[in-house]
């Protein structure tokens, strides 16, 4: 069981922490991502890390502002977001798929199957 939290309204270059605090055994095994969705639009990928936690993959619109981190003793996976723009408006998700070392996450919202309740995160200009 994945809880997000951390989102809230802001203004336009503020900065946001969002968390994820996974529940149950096995975490180091699941790759973690996270996603967001805004209204009218679909689910899109945000950023994931490695089951190994070595390697972190981000999409481009979020590249240089967002960065992905991870607290394996407290299970809990964090984005720290900067520079934060009208567009980043959304609810964000955190994801988990329990995976092998050697395959890499997937920015298909449809590879992952564990996903958090969401935490809306509003940037105003």
């Known amino acids: 069981q994945l809880q997000a939290s951390g989102g809230g309204s802001v203004q336009v270059g503020d900065s946001l922490r969002l968390s994820c605090a996974a529940s149950?055994?096995?975490?180091?095994?699941?790759?973690q991502g996270w996603f967001r969705q805004a209204p009218g639009k679909e689910r899109e990928f945000v950023a994931a890390?490695?089951?190994?936690?070595?390697?972190?993959y981000y999409d481009d619109s979020v590249k240089g502002r967002f960065t992905m981190s991870r607290e394996t003793d407290a299970k809990t996976v964090y984005l720290q977001m900067s520079s934060l723009q009208p567009e980043d408006t959304a609810v964000y998700y955190c994801?988990?798929?329990?995976?092998?070392?050697?395959?890499?996450?997937?920015?298909?919202?449809?590879?992952?199957?564990?996903w958090g309740q969401g935490t809306q995160v509003t940037v105003s200009s």
């Open positions: 149950g055994p096995s975490f180091s095994r699941y790759a």
């Open positions: 890390i490695s089951r190994s936690g070595t390697t972190t």
């Open positions: 994801a988990a798929k329990q995976t092998i070392l050697t395959v890499e996450p997937n920015t298909e919202a449809r590879w992952w199957d564990n």
